[in-house]
C-alpha cells in the first residue's frame, strides 16, 4: 500500500447559522458546535448547537408556508422551473461544492465532483415529474357516477440525513418534495453540515418562497427527535442506521405521520466461475473502498464460486495494494480518511472481531494508518478476510468501513441462501454471462435493487426507485416511486343528477 505525502491543503474556516423562513438565524441557546476535519484534525466548520426550540420554529415556518399555499398550490410549471434552476445552479458551483464535500467527508476530490454532477440530475428528472402528476378517472363501474382521485402534497417533511453523501441523499428526500409542493425542516448531520446550507442558499435564489425550505442543525435526540414527534409535521425522510430508524418508528407512532428510512445493509456481491473475471474484481474493489467503505449498499460481502476464489482474492488483493491514502484533495489520492473517531474506532473493533474469530486477514489490519504529514487524520487501512463464515460478526453486522469478508459457495442454490441469510435487504450484485442464472438469481435475493455486471450504479439514476427489504428500510426514494412518498391520494366520488 502507497502512502501519499504530498503536502494537504489547508481548508478555511466556514461559519454558518440555522436558516428558518427564509433568513439566516443563531441559535436561541447561542451555542455553535465545531466540526473537525477528518483529514488533519483541525476545525474547519462552525455550526449551531440548536435545541428543541429551534426545531420548533423552524416547523412553525414551514407549517405556515405550506398552509399559505403559494407553494403547495403553485403551478406545476413553476415548480418545474425552480428545480431546474437548483440543477443548472448546482453545476456552476459544482467545482465549490466538490472542495466542500471533500474537506468534510475526506473522499477523493473528483469523487465528490461526481456527486454533485449526479445530485444536478435528480433535480433535473424531479423537476419533470413535477409536470406528469395525474389522477385517475373512474367512468364506467356505474353509469350515474363519477370517480376521480388526485394527488395532494404531504405538507411538512422533516428530513434527517448522514454524513457519507450529504448533498445526495438529503437532495433525494428535497427535490420530490419540491416536485410535489411540500415544505420541509432538514436535519443535516453535524459532521457534513455546510453543502446543507450552500444547497439552502441555492434554493432560495431559485425562487423558492420563504418557509418552504428550513435548516437546523443540532443533536439527533434533541433536533432530529423533536421533528419525529411534533404533531406539526406530517412526514420524516430518513437515511442513517436501521437502529435509528427503529427509534424514529417508535417516536413516530403517537402522531402516526408517514416515513420513509432508508437504512443499513450488508449486501452480497456474487461472482459466477463464468464472469468476466477482470470486471468483477473492479467492481468489487469499487464495490466496497468507495468513499472508505463509508456507504449502505457497500458490496461487504464477497460471494465467490469455489473454482474461482482463489484467483480472484489474488487479484483483488494485488489491486488493493495499489490504493493510495492521503490527502483526498490531492489528484493521485484513492481512498481517504473516515469521518470521525467514533467511525474509526467501530472499525477497528469489527477487525480485531475478524480476527479472534478466526477468519484470515489477507490484507489490512488495525490501528491508526499514518500518512506524513497529516499524522491526525482518520486513516484505516483497506482490508480483506477470506475463510469467513455467516456467523462471524464481520459477516452479520454493517461495519460502514473498508472491510471486505469473502464467503465461497458451491452452486446457485448455495449462494442465495448466503445471500439472504441476513436480516438486512438493500441491495446484491450478480456477475455472470448466463442471462438464466442472472434472472434467477435476481428474483431471488430478498434486497431492493439488484445489479447485474456492475456494482453501485448501472447508469440508471434516478430513475429507478431505490429502497431496501426487510430491516433495510421503508418506502422507495427516487424514481416515479419516490414522488409518490411525499403525496396523498384522495377519492371524490361524484353521484351524477338525473
Given at each position: 500500500m502507497t502512502t501519499e505525502v504530498s503536502k494537504p491543503k489547508t481548508a478555511a474556516m466556514r461559519s454558518y447559522q440555522n436558516f428558518i423562513n427564509g433568513k439566516w438565524v443563531s441559535p436561541i441557546s447561542g451555542q455553535i458546535y465545531e466540526r473537525k476535519s477528518p483529514i488533519t484534525g483541525q476545525t474547519i466548520v462552525q455550526i449551531p448547537w440548536s435545541d428543541q426550540a429551534d426545531a420548533d420554529t423552524a416547523i412553525q415556518a414551514a407549517r405556515q408556508a405550506?398552509?399559505?399555499?403559494?407553494?403547495?398550490?403553485?403551478?406545476?410549471?413553476?415548480?418545474?422551473?425552480?428545480?431546474?434552476?437548483?440543477?443548472?445552479?448546482?453545476?456552476?458551483?459544482?467545482?465549490?461544492?466538490?472542495?466542500?464535500?471533500?474537506?468534510?467527508?475526506?473522499?477523493?476530490?473528483?469523487?465528490?465532483?461526481?456527486?454533485?454532477?449526479?445530485?444536478a440530475q435528480v433535480y433535473d428528472y424531479f423537476a419533470g415529474l413535477a409536470l406528469d402528476v395525474k389522477g385517475e378517472s373512474i367512468t364506467q363501474h356505474d353509469s350515474s357516477a363519477i370517480g376521480l382521485t388526485i394527488h395532494e402534497p404531504v405538507g411538512v417533511v422533516g428530513i434527517i440525513t448522514p454524513w457519507n453523501f450529504p448533498l445526495l441523499l438529503v437532495s433525494w428526500k428535497i427535490a420530490p418534495a419540491l416536485a410535489a409542493g411540500c415544505t420541509m425542516v432538514v436535519k443535516p448531520s453535524e459532521f457534513t453540515p455546510s453543502s446543507t446550507f450552500m444547497l439552502a442558499e441555492i434554493i432560495a435564489q431559485a425562487g423558492v418562497p420563504e418557509g418552504v425550505i428550513n435548516i437546523v442543525t443540532g443533536d439527533g435526540p434533541v433536533v432530529g427527535e423533536r421533528l419525529v414527534?411534533?404533531?406539526?409535521?406530517?412526514?420524516?425522510?430518513?437515511?442513517?442506521?436501521?437502529?435509528?430508524?427503529?427509534?424514529?418508528?417508535?417516536?413516530?407512532?403517537?402522531?402516526?405521520?408517514?416515513?420513509?428510512?432508508?437504512?443499513?445493509?450488508?449486501?452480497?456481491?456474487?461472482?459466477?466461475?463464468?464472469?468476466?473475471l477482470a470486471a468483477a474484481v473492479g467492481g468489487a474493489f469499487f464495490g466496497i473502498y468507495l468513499n472508505s467503505g463509508q456507504v449502505c449498499q457497500a458490496g461487504?460481502?464477497?460471494?465467490?464460486?469455489?473454482?474461482?476464489?482463489?484467483?480472484?482474492?489474488?487479484?483483488?488483493?494485488?489491486?488493493?495494494?495499489?490504493?493510495?491514502?492521503?490527502?483526498?484533495?490531492?489528484?493521485?489520492?484513492?481512498?481517504?480518511?473516515?469521518?470521525?473517531?467514533?467511525q474509526f474506532d467501530r472499525i477497528q473493533g469489527y477487525i480485531q472481531a475478524g480476527q479472534t474469530d478466526g477468519a484470515k486477514m489477507l490484507i489490512g489490519g488495525s490501528g491508526r494508518y499514518?500518512?506524513?504529514?497529516?499524522?491526525?487524520?482518520?486513516f484505516v487501512q483497506p482490508t480483506i478476510f477470506d475463510a469467513v463464515n455467516g456467523e462471524m460478526a464481520i459477516a452479520r453486522e454493517e461495519i460502514f468501513g473498508p472491510v471486505l469478508s469473502v464467503i465461497s459457495f458451491k452452486d446457485e442454490a448455495d449462494a442465495l441462501q448466503i445471500a439472504n441469510n441476513s436480516m438486512y435487504g438493500l441491495t446484491a450484485a450478480v456477475w455472470t454471462k448466463n442471462l438464466d442464472t442472472a434472472m434467477r438469481m435476481a428474483k431471488g435475493i430478498r434486497v431492493g435493487t439488484v445489479w447485474v455486471n456492475t456494482y453501485h450504479t448501472a447508469g440508471l439514476e434516478p430513475c429507478m426507485p431505490y429502497g431496501g427489504y426487510k430491516q433495510s428500510g421503508i418506502g422507495r426514494e427516487l424514481g416515479h416511486k419516490g414522488l409518490e412518498e411525499y403525496f396523498e391520494t384522495k377519492s371524490i366520488q361524484i353521484k351524477l343528477g338525473n
Open positions: 405550506f398552509d399559505r399555499g403559494n407553494w403547495s398550490k403553485s403551478h406545476a410549471y413553476t415548480r418545474h422551473d425552480v428545480l431546474g434552476k437548483i440543477a443548472q445552479a448546482l453545476r456552476v458551483k459544482a467545482s465549490e461544492l466538490a472542495q466542500t464535500l471533500c474537506e468534510e467527508v475526506g473522499r477523493p476530490l473528483e469523487i465528490c465532483l461526481g456527486e454533485v454532477q449526479i445530485t414527534e411534533s404533531p406539526l409535521v406530517d412526514k420524516i425522510a430518513f437515511t442513517g442506521s436501521t437502529a435509528i430508524g427503529r427509534r424514529i418508528m417508535a417516536k413516530a407512532a403517537p402522531t402516526l405521520k408517514r416515513i420513509s428510512l432508508e437504512l443499513g445493509g450488508k449486501s452480497p456481491n456474487i461472482v459466477f466461475p463464468d464472469a468476466d461487504s460481502r464477497l460471494l465467490l464460486h469455489e473454482s474461482i476464489k482463489d484467483e480472484f482474492v489474488e487479484q483483488l488483493v494485488a489491486a488493493t495494494k495499489n490504493i493510495k491514502l492521503g490527502d483526498p484533495m490531492d489528484s493521485t489520492t484513492t481512498m481517504g480518511p473516515v469521518i470521525n473517531e467514533k499514518s500518512v506524513e504529514g497529516l499524522e491526525q487524520g482518520l
